[in-house]
Nanobody, 126 residues
Framework: QVRLVESGGGSVQAGGSLKLSCVTS?????????MAWFRQGPGGERQGVAA????????KYPDSVKGRFTISQDRAKNTVYLQMDSLKPEDTNMYYC??????????????????WGQGTQVTVSS
């Protein structure tokens, strides 16, 4: 099993920044190959906002957040981060960390990942 625990959410004014963290723990026989951050609003679909190949550090972003969000990792701490800058009210969502035990799969589709955290709320006020 792979367990994910997010932290770092909160409330911020538009234009501000937040940094989310996701700590992973892997049972023997489980290895995370890709990780991502998704977000989901009430009644909305879960959408990917950043992803990383953990072996090589390659990153991916959708156009909606490119230049504002940065995903990174500290492999010694088993932690993946999401730095969010220039936040907008429309960035208000629950943010989820996701992990995949396979190299293949869509970067930004929910079915591309095997494990999920419980989420952390981000609220951006205007």
């Amino acid at each position: 099993q792979v367990r994910l625990v997010e932290s770092g959410g909160g409330s911020v004014q538009a234009g501000g920044s937040l940094k989310l963290s996701c700590v992973t723990s892997e049972d023997p026989g489980h290895t995370v190959r890709r990780m991502a951050w998704f977000r989901q609003g009430p009644g909305g679909e879960r959408q990917g906002v950043a992803a990383i190949f953990t072996d090589v550090g390659e990153t991916k972003y959708p156009d909606s957040v490119k230049g504002r969000f940065t995903i990174s990792q500290d492999r010694a701490k088993n932690t993946v981060y999401l730095q969010m800058d220039s936040l907008k009210p429309e960035d208000t969502n629950m943010y989820y960390c996701a992990a995949a035990e396979r190299y293949s799969g869509s970067w930004f589709r929910v079915d591309g990942y095997d494990h999920w955290g419980q989420g952390t709320q981000v609220t951006v006020s205007s």
